[in-house]
Nanobody
Framework: QVQLVESGGGLVQAGGSLRLSCAASGGIFSINAMGWFRQAPGKQRELVATITTSGSTNYADSVKGRFTISRDNAKNTVYLQMNSLKPEDTAVYYC???????????????WGQGTQVTVSS
């Protein structure tokens, strides 16, 4: 059974930094795109950043220049380095990955359980 386990969330002051990690495990044949999404209270879940297997990245305009997504394919892990954090970055951050299992012909989307990021002003 595929699992995505996130870590690294917490409370930080505005202007500070946090690094999120998400490790995938469980019968994985290959991982395609990986990414981070976030959901603030009362708002819809939104894309933060994505990264392909080859390392091509895409960012939401609101985080460009402040956040950096990266991945370690050998460890099946994706990271999100968040710098210059703002109170409006406060949200639950979710890891997402398109994973093909050994028993499957194609990939499916999987989600982590979410990790809370709170930025105080």
């Amino acid at each position: 059974q595929v699992q995505l386990v996130e870590s690294g969330g917490g409370l930080v002051q505005a202007g500070g930094s946090l690094r999120l990690s998400c490790a995938a495990s469980g019968g994985i044949f290959s991982i395609n795109a990986m990414g981070w999404f976030r959901q603030a209270p009362g708002k819809q879940r939104e894309l933060v950043a994505t990264i392909t297997t080859s390392g091509s990245t895409n960012y939401a305009d609101s985080v460009k220049g402040r956040f950096t997504i990266s991945r370690d394919n050998a460890k099946n892990t994706v990271y999100l380095q968040m710098n210059s954090l703002k109170p409006e970055d406060t949200a639950v951050y979710y890891c997402n990955a398109n994973i093909r299992r050994y028993t499957a012909l194609r990939g499916s989307d999987y989600w982590g359980q979410g990790t809370q990021v709170t930025v105080s002003s």
